[in-house]
């Protein structure tokens, strides 16, 4: 009897997801970027959604973590639960296990903060009305490359929403050693980024290690100014190339083997200046793998697009791609010619979630 009973409820609950009667709703990895951006947010919301209709396909530890949040505020005037963001941080445990969200009032904060590997699950939320500023001035000459960043984030599940991050160490004029500033270090894993501004001018983003998500960024910088051997997607952000070099570089991708499973796709983003000075990507480290796809590139691209870093023989390792780009630097006619050109089978991969994994993890940004 107790036999039947179960086949019954498993008939049921099985009529029940048929009919629909029960929602089931799944986030797929594999569905495409559409190629009108006037959809991009369409689709990310289809997507990516809360995680009351995603608890069946995130990751366990995550879904623990956003069952219990907390709230910790930061105000400079003394009115939150802290004056600065490492007061905030060093408050949380070490092997943290719920969301912690960090709320930031208005206004510059001159620290150099570090969220360590131990402390997973933390966002750093701040007004899109009056978005707080994360500012310091290292340099690779006082803290080596990347220690220098302003935030240096290592634990997994970070996330980071309407929060403007900043090096304001001089402009390097290529005489001073060490005068690289890095104002983002992003070495933890699964982590996402949401209306952010990134500025800097050489080496401003470390998109360093594991898989990430920017949407509705700006990045600005000069030379190498992402760079990394993180996995990342870049969706609607604009990277700034700041006039002034003779020769610029948005991307160093840092990939030393084929198998390293690592690169940057960039999809309806925009790449922005002018001058005829720059290059998307240049051959950092052999297998660098970059893609621009529906992207907006302005006549600050050279003609030629990539740079093998003087090391031809990278040119035979590289992955450098676009697909579907448009705008005056867009011309294909004088690319480099290991630039790969995609099909739309062959860009489809670049173009999903899957691409980062993000039904295991990827959530909506918070609002509060």
């Known amino acids: 009897m107790a036999s039947n009973n179960i086949f019954l409820m ?17 986030s797929d990895d594999h ?3 559409p190629d009108d951006k006037s959809k991009l947010n369409e689709w990310f919301e289809k997507n990516v959604q809360p995680l009351e209709s995603r608890k069946g396909t995130l990751d366990a530890d995550l879904v623990a973590a956003e069952a219990h949040f907390k709230i910790i505020k930061v105000r400079k005037d003394g009115s939150g639960d802290f004056k600065t963001v490492n007061a905030a941080i060093e408050s949380i445990p070490e092997k943290n296990t719920q969301r912690v969200i960090i709320s930031i009032g208005p206004g510059n904060y001159t620290e150099k903060i570090r969220i360590e590997r131990d402390k997973p699950f933390v966002t750093l939320y701040g007004d899109p009305k009056n978005m707080p500023v994360l500012v310091f001035h290292g340099t690779a000459a006082e803290y080596g490359t990347v220690q220098s960043a302003s935030l240096i984030v290592e634990s997994d599940y970070f996330s980071a929403v309407n929060i403007i991050i900043v090096n304001s160490a001089p402009r390097p004029d290529h005489k001073r050693e060490g005068a690289q500033a890095v104002a983002l270090r992003i070495g933890g894993d699964k982590a996402s980024f949401y209306n952010c501004r990134i500025h800097g001018f050489q080496d401003t983003l470390c998109d360093d290690k594991g898989k990430h998500l920017f949407k509705d960024c700006y990045i600005e910088g000069t030379v190498d100014f992402i ?33 390293w499973d690592t690169g940057y796709s960039f999809v309806h983003c925009n790449v922005t200046g002018t001058g005829g000075t720059a290059y998307l990507g240049r051959a950092w480290m052999p297998y660098a793998k970059v893609l621009f796809a529906y992207t907006e590139i302005s006549d600050v691209v050279k003609p030629i697009g990539w740079s093998d870093n003087l090391h031809p023989e990278h040119g035979k ?8 780009t448009k705008g ?10 290991y630039t790969k050109m995609l099909t739309d089978a062959e860009a489809k991969p670049f173009l999903t979630l899957g691409y980062i994994e993000g039904s295991k993890w990827l959530l909506p940004p918070t609002q509060l």
Request: hydrophobic fraction near 50%; aromatic fraction near 12%; charge should be negative.
């Open 10 to 26: 498993k008939a049921i609950v099985l009529s029940a997801l048929l009919f629909n009667i029960i929602p089931l709703v799944l």
């Open 31 to 33: 569905e495409p970027v």
């Open 227 to 259: 760079f990394g051997d993180g996995k990342s997607l870049y969706l609607n952000v604009e990277t700034y190339v700041i006039p002034g070099d003779r020769a610029a570089y948005v991307t160093a991708q840092a990939a030393k083997s084929e198998i």
């Open 317 to 324: 390792t590289v992955f450098f791609a676009e697909y579907n």
């Open 328 to 337: 005056a630097g867009a011309n294909t006619k004088n690319r480099a010619e």
